[in-house]
């Protein structure tokens, strides 16, 4: 894997690490939603941060709960 693929599946694999799971699923959508939107950079970014958003509240709860 390169560091683009890597990216990309940030936020799915940051979910991973959450303690409810329930961030999964919208994190997974998001990283197809921005290899869908490759061509469209502006929009991948986007998709993307949302991502990486929703997984960072995720894990800081898991880490606020423990």
Known sequence: ????????????????????????????????????LGDEPHRAVMAWCVGVLIAAVALRERLRAS
């Open 1 to 36: 894997m390169d560091l683009l693929q890597i990216s990309i599946a940030a936020p799915f694999l940051l979910a991973l690490m959450s303690r409810t799971r329930k961030a999964i699923a919208p994190c997974l959508l998001t990283s197809i939603i921005t290899v869908v």
